[in-house]
């Protein structure tokens, strides 16, 4: 089974930056599979934040703005890859549990559903980022 950790947490100030990594391994060949981020504050629903697909497609939440980016660090290399997300520009709105998601299918293939939380078949454990 795929497995996803997550790391890069932490604090930061109104302004600063943060960058999160996944670990994706038992990567199943061949596959393009979706590789996003999700996020929940305390009393809220999760929302998508950012999903990548191997193809090079990407697709952000609304709230980005232009300050968060998805990245590929490394092609899969015996059945393990690396995905970053840069977030810029933080704000105390953006304090959540960030989770690394995957999903088997390409995002082309998602339509809608990129951004529903169900669609998404496997998730990490999740890291904290808190924003002052």
């Known amino acids: 089974h795929v497995q996803l950790v997550e790391s890069g947490g932490g604090s930061a100030q109104a302004g600063g930056s943060l960058r999160l990594s996944c670990v994706v391994s038992k990567w199943p060949f061949p596959s393009k599979p979706c590789i996003g981020w999700f996020r929940q504050a305390p009393g809220k629903e999760r929302e998508v934040v950012a999903v990548?697909?191997?193809?090079?497609?990407?697709?952000?939440?609304?709230f980005v703005q232009g300050r968060f980016t998805i990245s590929q660090d490394n092609s899969p290399d015996r059945g393990k890859a690396t995905w970053s997300l840069q977030m810029n520009n933080l704000q105390p709105e953006d304090t959540a549990k960030y989770y690394c998601v995957w999903e088997i299918r390409p995002l082309a293939s998602m339509g809608a559903d990129w951004k529903n939380p169900e669609d998404y078949a496997v998730w990490g454990q999740g890291t904290q980022v808190t924003v002052s």
């Open positions: 990548s697909d191997s193809d090079g497609l990407n697709s952000y939440g609304d």
